[in-house]
């Protein structure tokens, strides 16, 4: 992100962090235009020199304002649900240029991709196939498919995040791969065209994606040896980003790394790249943390100071219903006040005003020794931020705002008492 220290004052791009708080209050998510478009172009250059699309995933981040951006600038789409496909068009993506995945694909969702004209649907069991023949039969359309093929890699990242695993509801498992293409191939109004992949996310390592494009490169000759018109490979996303030490400054504590720094996105890219380019396809990828996380923080105020015996708390107005990370599976995001006032630190839990035990933002974290009324921002909160935000407790979802430069500009206000009672 383009976050800095300026005399001791954080601010994002050329905008202090506390002039944000003065004018919309907290919680209030803040991105940086220039951090995520400049995250999409590197990904994207990265696939230089051979044909490609590098799709958004709108899971990570589906305000429409950075959709708009994202679109502008030739990305395409990765969408899951209806509502993903309904803001990629209207946020302005091209239909040729939209793939749609997700394990539970209903019907009318299918119907609604296939009049739009999307480039492919990513199909995750046979079943799925059935149906997409069927409607596609119905609606008198040929429907392109790529199969979501499962290839039993360990992305070593999170359980909940992790996909490629037999054990995992997604994707068709690799040795019952060929039966399902030759299915696909059986059903009328489906053109298979290509082979899909994705492992998981938060990957910080080559070796998982190596490994993930040498069995799609076996897959695709096999394929094609078979008469199968492979002509695109989707090797999904899942580029990890750095949560630990994401800003540094003298005032702050050194966060302890219980692994190596995380691989950029281009490296990783590049090395599948000597497997792949040699295949005749056209390379998709589907990124969305590794573009929107870093883009983002997450503004909130800290309401007390409490003790309970040893433990000392710092109760923040942020709770689980905004970022629900922290509480799904102990997410990671490093914490700052907006400013440095001390060299002096502590041991604290930081945690929200929600109803349960498990609404933290983090625990027993060394931070700068805060009071109350100061501003902490909460880094790396761009991707599966506000997307997973709720109104438990009856809770007000909160404000989004985009700084370009020295402008700010708000991309979704926050919700009123009258919103939440209609």
Known sequence: ??????????????????????????????????????????????????????????????????????????????VVSAGELAL?????????????????????????????????????????????????????KKARVALRVNPDIRAGSHPYISTGLNDHKFGIPAAQAAEAFRTAASLPNLEVCGVHVHIGSQITRPEPFVETANMVASLVRDQRAAGMPITHVDVGGGFGVRYKNALRQEGLPEEAEDSPPPSAPAELIGAMLPVLKDLGCAVWLEPGRAIVADAGLLLTQVLYRKENGARRFLIVDAGMND????????????????????????????????????????????????????????????????????????????????????????????????????
């Open 1 to 78: 992100m383009k976050l800095e220290y300026r005399n001791n004052e954080l601010h994002c791009e050329d905008v202090p962090l506390h002039e944000l708080f003065d004018e919309f209050g907290t919680p209030l998510y803040v991105y940086s235009r220039s951090a995520f478009l400049e995250n999409f172009h590197a990904i994207d250059r990265a696939l230089q020199g051979i044909e490609h699309v590098t799709c958004y995933a709108l899971k990570a981040n589906s305000n429409l304002h950075i959709l708009k951006a994202l679109a502008e600038e030739g990305a395409g789409a990765d």
């Open 88 to 140: 990629a068009l209207k946020a302005g993506f091209a239909p040729e240029r939209i793939v749609f995945a997700g394990v539970g694909k209903r019907e009318d969702e299918i119907e609604f991709g296939l009049k739009e004209g999307i480039h492919c649907f990513n199909v995750e069991s046979i079943p799925e196939l059935q149906l997409l023949s069927l409607v596609a039969m119905r609606l008198q």
């Open 323 to 422: 970022l629900l990370r922290p509480s799904l599976y102990n997410a990671y995001h490093q914490i700052v006040p907006v400013r440095l006032e001390t060299m002096e630190h502590e041991t604290v839990d930081v945690v929200g005003p929600v109803c349960e035990t498990g609404d933290f933002l983090a625990r027993e974290r060394v931070m700068p020794r805060t009071k109350p009324r100061d501003l902490l921002a909460v880094l790396t909160a761009g991707a599966y931020g506000f997307v997973n935000a709720s109104n438990y407790n009856s809770r007000l979802r909160p404000a989004e705002v985009l700084v370009n430069g020295d402008r700010v500009r708000v991309i979704r206000p926050r919700q009123t008492l009258e919103e939440l009672a209609s």
